[in-house]
């Protein structure tokens, strides 16, 4: 019996071990699939791959338990030590979002234009989350939904809309809860599950931030939306 898929499976095994362990600090005498069940709560790898991992626990057992004359009792098939590697690469040398997400063309705006300029602005490029700058620092994002609530606002104090849109600087309109709200700051040296568990974790998501180290107030690299998640997964089942 061919012994070389039963190796590549169990040290594709030990390694994920190896990793959880590592990362999450789990106890020597933890089982396998214990490690899995706790870290499927906090990693969006292991929450995926959680099933099959739970029956390549059972695998590895039977692969390991020889009988009295050496032979190996179970041999796995290619394509579960090929998704078992799949999983040891996206657990312990995951794909990093500066190595494998284009960056997209960016259009910022400076906070004293007005915001009469910023809605033109949206409406000609159709892009929904522009940056803001005041000088070299990023101090808000502009889009639909805060220019909306201003211009309710002054509807609801019976201003005038023309008015208010050309007087009124852009950075006046915006809130900086919303950026901890609909926003996420992540480096480009963060990974692309990443930004899957920032939508996980936060429905109200708008978008994720990539900026050189992930702080607020850096300049923004790239800009990830959901309409963008279909990519974001088809790069991970594509990763080797």
């Given at each position: 019996?061919?012994?070389?898929?039963?190796?590549?499976?169990?040290?594709?095994?030990?390694?994920?071990?190896?990793?959880?362990?590592?990362?999450?600090?789990?106890?020597?005498?933890?089982?396998?699939?214990?490690?899995?069940?706790?870290?499927?709560?906090?990693?969006?790898?292991?929450?995926?791959?959680?099933?099959?991992?739970?029956?390549?626990?059972?695998?590895?057992?039977?692969?390991?338990?020889?009988?009295?004359?050496?032979?190996?009792?179970?041999?796995?098939?290619?394509?579960v030590?090929?998704?078992?590697?799949?999983?040891?690469?996206?657990?312990?040398?995951?794909?990093?979002?500066?190595?494998?997400?284009?960056?997209?063309?960016?259009?910022?705006?400076?906070?004293?234009?007005?915001?009469?300029?910023?809605?033109?602005?949206?409406?000609?490029?159709?892009?929904?989350?522009?940056?803001?700058?005041?000088?070299?620092?990023?101090?808000?994002?502009?889009?639909n939904?805060?220019?909306?609530?201003?211009?309710?606002?002054?509807?609801?104090?019976?201003?005038?809309?023309?008015?208010?849109?050309?007087?009124t600087?852009?950075?006046?309109?915006?809130?900086?809860?919303?950026?901890?709200?609909?926003?996420?700051?992540?480096?480009?040296?963060?990974?692309?599950?990443?930004?899957?568990?920032?939508?996980?974790?936060?429905?109200?998501?708008?978008?994720?931030?990539?900026?050189?180290?992930?702080?607020?107030?850096?300049?923004?690299?790239?800009?990830?939306?959901?309409?963008?998640?279909?990519?974001?997964?088809?790069?991970?089942?594509?990763?080797?």
């Amino acid at each position: 019996m061919d012994k070389t898929n039963a190796t590549l499976f169990i040290n594709s095994y030990n390694k994920i071990d190896a990793q959880l362990r590592q990362l999450y600090n789990f106890k020597p005498s933890q089982s396998f699939s214990d490690m899995v069940r706790r870290s499927a709560e906090e990693n969006a790898v292991i929450r995926k791959y959680e099933n099959d991992l739970m029956d390549f626990a059972r695998l590895r057992n039977a692969i390991v338990h020889q009988s009295t004359d050496g032979r190996i009792i179970a041999v796995p098939c290619d394509e579960v030590v090929e998704e078992m590697q799949l999983i040891e690469k996206l657990l312990c040398t995951p794909p990093k979002i500066g190595d494998t997400m284009k960056p997209k063309k960016i259009v910022s705006v400076d906070d004293a234009i007005s915001v009469r300029q910023a809605i033109l602005l949206i409406a000609r490029t159709n892009y929904s989350n522009i940056p803001v700058y005041r000088g070299k620092r990023m101090v808000g994002i502009v889009n639909n939904r805060c220019v909306i609530k201003a211009l309710g606002s002054v509807l609801e104090r019976g201003g005038t809309l023309d008015e208010f849109a050309s007087s009124t600087p852009v950075g006046d309109i915006l809130r900086e809860g919303d950026l901890f709200t609909y926003y996420k700051y992540l480096s480009t040296k963060d990974t692309l599950q990443d930004i899957l568990s920032a939508f996980e974790e936060n429905k109200k998501l708008l978008a994720v931030l990539v900026s050189e180290h992930g702080v607020m107030g850096e300049r923004i690299e790239n800009i990830v939306t959901s309409a963008d998640l279909v990519e974001v997964n088809r790069i991970l089942e594509d990763y080797q």
